[in-house]
């Protein structure tokens, strides 16, 4: 172990640094860090809802029009 006598807090911190790091999508990572999560399962929390906001931000702009019997969607961006 690269830190033995380490605390449970410093211990779940550096998880938790490290988990905010490896997050590939910039503006994903920036709203974490301004989130200031105290810990690793609250910054796991918070990356989750912010992704199923933006899941379903992106699927609301979708809308599916119906005419004649026909089904097509209609993507807008």
Same mark, same amino acid.
């Given at each position: 172990? @690269?830190?033995?006598?380490a605390t449970k807090k410093f211990t779940n911190t550096l998880a938790k640094n490290h988990f905010i790091k490896a997050i590939n999508n910039k503006t994903?990572?920036?709203k974490l860090k301004k @989130?200031?999560?105290? %810990?690793?399962?609250? @910054? %796991?929390q918070i990356a989750t809802r912010f992704k199923a906001y933006k899941t379903a931000k992106n699927k609301k702009k979708q809308s599916f029009h119906v005419s004649s019997g026909k089904t097509k969607a209609n993507h807008s961006k």
């Open positions: 172990m @690269a830190y033995p006598n994903l990572r920036i @989130a200031n999560p105290h %810990t690793l399962s609250e @910054a %796991t």
